[in-house]
Structure formats: C-alpha cells, structure tokens
C-alpha cells in the first residue's frame, strides 16, 4: 500500500516554495508599479531604464508563479500568453477603450504588452511615443492600467494563499482535485509549455511535426530579447517544485515507490534530465529569437530533451504516483 506522507510533502511545498514564491512575485510587481508611476510622471531614458529593469526582474520573478494555475493561483498565467497582438494593443490605445478581461485582450496585457510598449523602439521613439505623439496619453493609461492588473493580481494571490494553504494541505489523495494530483498536472503543463510554445512553436513545430518555417516572433519576450533567461528559470522552479527544494518533493515520493526506469531509479532520471535541459539553454550563445535560425540545430536538440523530461513526468511519473493527468492536448506525446 503507498503510505507515502503526503502531507509532509505538501507541506514542504507550501511554506518553503509556493507561498515564499508568490510574496516575492507581489514584491517584485510593486516595485514594477512603482518605477511605471515614475515613468509616466516624468517619460525620461532615467525613467525609462528604471521601468525596463523592474519589468526584466519581475518577469523572472513571475517564473516561480506560473506553473501553479489552481485556486488560489488561477488567472496568473493569464498575464502571459505570447505572442504580443500588438494589433490589439495598438486599438487599445488609440480608442482608448478596452476591457482586460475580455477574451480579445488575452493576448494585449500582461508581461508581454509590456515587453512591446517599452522594447519595440530604441529609447528615443518610446520616450516620445508616451511625451509627444497623439496617443501619448492613452498610452501612459494603457501602460498603467495592465501593470496595476499584474499587481493587483499578485497581491491577491499571496494573500490568498496564507488562508488557502490549510486546505491545499489536508487535500492529501492522489485522486482529480487533489493537490498531489493538481501539482502532478500543472509541472506536466507547464513543461509541456516550455517544450511547445517557448521552444518548438519558435521552430516551427506543429505538435511533433516540422513545418519548416521558424517563427522568431512568437518566442517569449521577442522584443526585449530575454527569452533564454525565462526559459531557464522556469525550468529551475520546475526542478524545485519536483525536488522539493530541501525537503520533502516528487523524487522522495518516487524514491519511497522503488520506481525503476531503464537500469536506475525513475526519481534520479528525471533530475538528471532537468539538468540535461538546463545544461541545454544555458549553452545557446544567442537569444532565442535569434538562434531559431542562426543555431537551429542546438535549438531543435534543446527542444528534444525537453520532450523528454516532458514525457518523463507526464507519463512516467504520473503512472507511478497513480495521478490521472486530466488536461488535454493533441501532440503526440
């Protein structure tokens, strides 16, 4: 019978990763709103440095959050589906009307508007896209308006988790609903979205399929070119996430199960592909909306062994731990 303590696990998860990472991610945003105040008081390239600094930092901050889309997390991924519609941005502002939590603002909000607003232009045609052109106006309030939803956002999910977190505890099953098993689905999406959006799409992967056609545009971040250090933070709150950090994770549980793969233990081959990805996007010399065509092939090798720590824990691991993995998807995994 698996008498693993799975409180003991969600616990660990709790009070040392998720809540410690969801304050520093509300930290980070009101800095962020801070230097957006300053800047639309006073639009200079001070002000503006200030600004692209706060958004860089949080952004990555932001890395810690997003792999947890569950109650009292739900709506964080929302302040970051890329590719930017930079269409409807451009609406937004020059009507000046809009509603963010409209199904055709998705993807005209969060950290990747921002990333547009402020990195499409050198320093000297943003400055004067938010002083002197004739949207300058409607820009600053698009501007402020989308980061004090990141804000807002943050603030509520770290409040929210310190009265969540007894019931995340006690909701100990492995069953649909639990949190073993809605931790289990949300790091196989999240991986599942380092794999396919932030690598393979960029390449021109449809599922497993090679269309031929990179697409460097739809990496993250495409305009402040920080697709690299997302990427790689991501997967390292991932690896802590499924290590547990220095308590009690996922390779503990499978360690408990004598879960075997190949000629070893499933636990250490999973971390030791996390590694393999890490290893992988810290070795790419450029960014990655640049070396989906300047070094494909270590682009098309990097997305490879993330389909295989994919796979390791969406199929593997969930089989082990008995966990349905209840989203859908079609490829071809």
Same mark, same amino acid.
């Given at each position: 019978?698996?008498?693993?303590?799975?409180?003991?696990?969600?616990?660990?998860?709790?009070?040392?990763?998720?809540?410690?990472?969801?304050?520093?991610? *509300?930290?980070?945003?009101? *800095?962020?709103?801070?230097?957006?105040?300053?800047?639309?008081?006073?639009?200079?390239?001070?002000?503006?440095?200030?600004?692209?600094?706060?958004?860089?930092?949080?952004?990555?901050?932001?890395?810690?959050?997003?792999?947890?889309?569950?109650?009292?997390?739900? !709506?964080?991924?929302?302040?970051?589906?890329?590719?930017?519609?930079?269409?409807?941005? +451009?609406?937004?502002?020059?009507?000046?009307?809009?509603?963010?939590?409209?199904?055709?603002?998705?993807?005209?909000?969060?950290?990747?508007?921002?990333?547009?607003?402020?990195?499409?232009?050198?320093?000297?045609?943003?400055?004067?896209?938010?002083?002197?052109?004739?949207?300058?106006?409607?820009?600053?309030?698009?501007?402020?308006?989308?980061?004090?939803?990141?804000?807002?956002?943050?603030?509520?999910?770290?409040?929210?988790?310190?009265?969540?977190?007894?019931?995340?505890?006690?909701?100990? +099953?492995?069953?649909? +609903?639990?949190?073993?098993?809605?931790?289990?689905?949300?790091?196989?999406?999240?991986?599942?979205?380092?794999?396919?959006?932030?690598? !393979?799409?960029?390449?021109?992967?449809?599922?497993?399929?090679?269309?031929?056609?990179?697409?460097?545009? *739809?990496?993250?971040?495409?305009?402040?070119?920080?697709?690299?250090?997302?990427?790689?933070?991501?997967?390292?709150?991932?690896?802590?996430?499924?290590?547990?950090?220095?308590?009690?994770?996922?390779?503990?549980?499978?360690?408990?199960?004598?879960?075997?793969?190949?000629?070893?233990?499933?636990?250490?081959?999973?971390?030791?592909?996390?590694?393999?990805?890490?290893?992988?996007?810290?070795?790419?010399?450029?960014?990655?909306?640049?070396?989906?065509?300047?070094?494909?092939?270590?682009?098309?090798?990097?997305?490879?062994?993330?389909?295989?720590?994919?796979?390791?824990?969406?199929?593997?691991?969930?089989?082990?731990?008995?966990?349905?993995?209840?989203?859908?998807?079609?490829?071809?995994?």
């Amino acid at each position: 019978a698996d008498e693993f303590n799975r409180p003991d696990l969600l616990t660990n998860v709790s009070n040392n990763i998720i809540l410690p990472a969801h304050a520093n991610f *509300s930290a980070a945003t009101t *800095s962020l709103k801070q230097k957006k105040d300053a800047f639309i008081s006073n639009p200079s390239s001070v002000t503006l440095d200030s600004l692209k600094y706060a958004f860089n930092a949080a952004y990555l901050v932001y890395m810690q959050v997003e792999t947890y889309s569950f109650m009292p997390s739900e !709506g964080i991924k929302n302040l970051n589906v890329f590719p930017t519609d930079t269409g409807q941005v +451009g609406t937004n502002i020059s009507t000046g009307t809009y509603n963010l939590d409209a199904a055709n603002n998705i993807r005209a909000k969060g950290f990747p508007a921002i990333d547009y607003l402020l990195f499409s232009q050198d320093e000297s045609e943003v400055i004067a896209l938010f002083t002197v052109d004739a949207n300058a106006a409607n820009r600053k309030q698009f501007l402020n308006d989308i980061i004090n939803e990141i804000e807002t956002v943050a603030s509520n999910a770290s409040t929210a988790w310190n009265s969540y977190q007894a019931q995340f505890i006690s909701a100990s +099953g492995t069953d649909i +609903g639990s949190s073993v098993g809605m931790l289990v689905n949300d790091l196989s999406f999240q991986l599942e979205r380092c794999r396919r959006e932030r690598v !393979g799409v960029p390449l021109g992967y449809i599922g497993l399929i090679n269309s031929g056609t990179t697409v460097s545009k *739809s990496v993250e971040a495409y305009y402040s070119t920080y697709s690299k250090e997302l990427l790689i933070e991501n997967l390292r709150n991932c690896k802590v996430l499924y290590t547990g950090g220095s308590g009690t994770g996922f390779d503990d549980y499978l360690e408990y199960l004598n879960a075997a793969y190949k000629d070893g233990l499933l636990s250490d081959t999973i971390t030791h592909q996390f590694n393999i990805a890490i290893q992988k996007a810290q070795a790419m010399p450029v960014d990655f909306s640049t070396a989906v065509t300047t070094n494909k092939t270590e682009m098309e090798s990097l997305f490879i062994e993330l389909r295989k720590l994919t796979v390791l824990v969406k199929v593997d691991m969930s089989s082990q731990l008995g966990i349905i993995i209840n989203y859908s998807d079609n490829d071809g995994d």
